[in-house]
């Protein structure tokens, strides 16, 4: 982890226990050809639902390791006050 300003990234905000996820998808609960739809709120607003999960379990060759993809709003704010333009109200993904 950094020593910067910002806050947490989604994961590590899960991995800290500091917010939940607004949902935890995978092969079951997001199958192929359905669309689901998320109003998502920015990480620095809320502690509880702050983040999209999903877990990449289609494939077949998955296995337990942490292999997700996280998407997660910034915007600036409490201890994100300080983001830059380039990332400020956008949707970002990590892939862990």
Request: hydrophobic share 30%; charged share 15%.
């Given at each position: 982890?950094?020593?910067?300003?910002?806050?947490?990234?989604?994961?590590?905000?899960?991995?800290l226990g500091w917010a939940t996820?607004?949902?935890e998808l995978n092969n079951n609960t997001l199958p192929s050809?359905?669309?689901?739809?998320?109003w998502l709120p920015a990480t620095n607003t809320?502690?509880?639902?702050?983040?999209l999960v999903i877990h990449i379990?289609?494939?077949?060759?998955?296995t337990t390791k942490l292999t997700a993809v996280y998407l997660a709003l910034r915007a600036?704010?409490?201890?994100?006050?300080?983001?830059?333009?380039e990332v400020t109200d956008?949707?970002?993904?990590i892939i862990t």
């Open positions: 982890m950094g020593s910067g300003h910002g806050c947490p990234s989604a994961p590590e905000l899960h991995f996820p607004l949902a050809g359905l669309n689901l739809s998320y809320t502690e509880k639902g702050a983040f379990t289609w494939r077949s060759d998955y600036r704010g409490g201890g994100d006050w300080n983001l830059t333009s956008k949707v970002g993904a």
